[in-house]
């Protein structure tokens, strides 16, 4: 058998997650939906990202094996029959042994929030009206930095080994009314970016020091923690891998 990766983006709006789940849909039931239907047999999918519900993605990958020929068409193919909230971007032959989770060297994401009413933006970013001091939530963002345990900003009902993450780029922007949280790194554990959003703006509005905010993420205590920000602010934005990818077509 060969393997594969599939590239793919997809608004979050309608899926309960990316991961398949009994009787929610989600971005890999409907890809392994539209797989099975081009291909008539059924082909596992491995994903790269786990996504929650809501959260969009400009770029993910999944891998497969298969013995059936691919393609440059069956990227079109695909595109016909998934939802338009699914693109298929790209399929890439791979070693056997490459992974689309474990061996992913890079990973981006990107926050977003309007302060201005826009029906446009409403469902892909956070609606908040209220003023935030940006240069206080770039310095809370620098001293992410400084850090590789971040086991205060991963929720609990998780299993993971290890809280470490080399965190590379975290930088807040912001154009017209618009703001936009970056952040880079090797990993991100469950809840953490939105866990990161949501206290930073707490730092933005005054509500906590940026003393308070280094107590914060050396407490390993996710109950000092806002997780509430919505998954609509929320867009994986690449992956990235050792040079072994080689596009089909």
């Known amino acids: 058998m060969a393997r594969y990766f599939i590239e793919?983006?997809?608004?979050?709006?309608?899926?309960?997650?990316?991961?398949?789940?009994?009787n929610v849909a989600t971005?890999?039931?409907?890809?392994?939906?539209?797989?099975?239907?081009?291909?008539?047999?059924?082909?596992?999918?491995?994903?790269?990202?786990?996504?929650?519900a809501g959260v969009h993605a400009y770029q993910n990958f999944l891998h497969f094996d298969t013995d059936l020929?691919?393609?440059?068409?069956?990227?079109?193919?695909?595109?016909?029959?998934?939802?338009?909230?699914?693109?298929?971007?790209?399929?890439?032959?791979?070693?056997?042994?490459?992974?689309?989770?474990?061996?992913?060297?890079?990973?981006?994401?990107?926050?977003?929030?309007?302060?201005?009413?826009?029906?446009?933006?409403?469902?892909?970013?956070?609606?908040?009206?209220?003023?935030?001091?940006?240069?206080?939530?770039?310095?809370?963002?620098?001293?992410l930095l400084n850090y590789t345990d971040f086991e205060s900003f991963s929720k609990k009902n998780t299993q993971v080994n290890s809280f470490q993450c080399a965190i590379t780029k975290a930088n807040w922007t912001m154009t017209?009314?618009?703001?936009?949280?970056?952040?880079?790194?090797?990993?991100?554990?469950?809840?953490?970016i939105r866990g990161l959003v949501g206290t930073m703006v707490q730092v933005g509005r005054g509500q906590i020091s940026i003393a308070e905010w280094h107590e914060i993420v050396a407490s390993k205590d996710e109950q000092r923690v806002d997780f509430s920000t919505p998954a609509c602010g929320l867009y994986l934005s690449q992956i990235s891998y050792p040079d072994f990818l080689k596009k089909i077509g």
Do not use: C
């Open 27 to 52: 971005v890999q039931g409907a890809l392994e939906n539209a797989m099975e239907t081009l291909f008539r047999t059924a082909i596992p999918l491995t994903g790269a990202s786990r996504t929650d």
């Open 176 to 192: 017209g009314t618009d703001i936009q949280f970056e952040i880079h790194s090797n990993r991100f554990l469950r809840g953490m």
């Open 69 to 143: 020929e691919i393609l440059p068409k069956h990227v079109y193919n695909l595109n016909a029959i998934l939802p338009n909230s699914v693109v298929v971007k790209g399929i890439y032959a791979v070693p056997n042994e490459a992974h689309s989770r474990f061996d992913a060297v890079k990973r981006g994401y990107l926050y977003r929030l309007h302060q201005a009413k826009d029906p446009f933006s409403e469902g892909r970013s956070w609606f908040y009206p209220f003023p935030l001091d940006l240069s206080l939530m770039q310095t809370a963002a620098d001293s």
């Open 8 to 22: 793919l983006s997809y608004d979050g709006a309608l899926f309960g997650g990316f991961q398949i789940q009994q």
